[in-house]
T-cell receptor, first 114, second 114 residues
């Protein structure tokens, strides 16, 4: 069975500080990987997606970047946090082929920027 | 790009009654429509989905209807229980490169009272 692990579970950071969030998926080779962001009480917005190692596509510009250094790892980062970065960050994966649209979310990281 | 409208934003029902959530989309090329349930502090979990080659799908008390002509789809929860209380998100797929992008509705907060 596939498992997706996100870290950390929660972060409280100062404006202007750097950030790195991670996601690892086990039990699935070459998955599509995604980063989503959710404001408190809000909808889910896709930030990045990756279909293979080293290849990441940006969907919205939020002064964030993403990288896929390994097949099973997806990293979200920024060098300078803004207040607007607060929210719930969700990593997700989807299988290849005809079920490529089905997303399975990790447990998320709750980020508070002060 | 695709846009998804979801109504109502808040829904309160009595235990044992039915609850209905409606979504509409704009892109006639969308062919996959999942529904996610999100409990407070948790990640969204896929509860049911439907593809464009179907008009109706049922899993236990969950029924999804799809009207491709009208570009509308809906979730119906029969015999609601307090455990059904949560945020519900509909989504429609949009192709992007080698993967698909899910566009989510704004969410419906369902409260089932006993």
């Amino acid at each position: 069975a596939q498992t997706i692990h996100q870290w950390p579970v929660a972060e409280i950071k100062a404006v202007g500080s750097p950030l790195s969030l991670g996601c690892t998926i086990k039990g699935k080779s070459s998955p599509n990987l995604y980063w989503y962001w959710q404001a408190t009480g809000g909808t889910l917005q896709q930030l990045f997606y990756s279909i293979t190692v080293g290849q990441v596509e940006s969907v919205v510009q939020l002064n964030l970047s993403a990288s896929r250094p390994k097949d099973d790892q997806f990293i979200l980062s920024t060098e300078k946090l803004l207040l607007s970065h607060s929210g719930f960050y969700l990593c997700a994966w989807s299988p290849l082929g005809t079920s490529a649209e089905t997303l399975y979310f990790g447990s998320g990281t709750r980020l508070t920027v002060l | 790009g695709e846009q998804v409208e979801q109504l109502p934003s808040i829904l309160r029902v009595q235990e044992g009654s039915s609850a209905s959530i409606n979504c509409s989309y704009e892109d006639s090329a969308s062919n996959y429509f999942p529904w996610y349930k999100q409990e407070p502090g948790e990640n969204p979990k896929l509860i049911i989905d439907i593809r464009s080659n179907m008009e109706r799908k049922q899993i236990q008390e969950l029924i999804v209807l799809l009207d491709k002509k009208a570009k509308r789809f809906s979730l119906h929860i029969t015999d609601t229980q307090p455990g059904d209380s949560a945020m519900y998100f509909c989504a429609a797929s949009e192709r992007q490169g080698g993967s698909a992008k899910l566009i989510f509705g704004e969410g419906t907060k369902l409260t089932v009272s006993s």
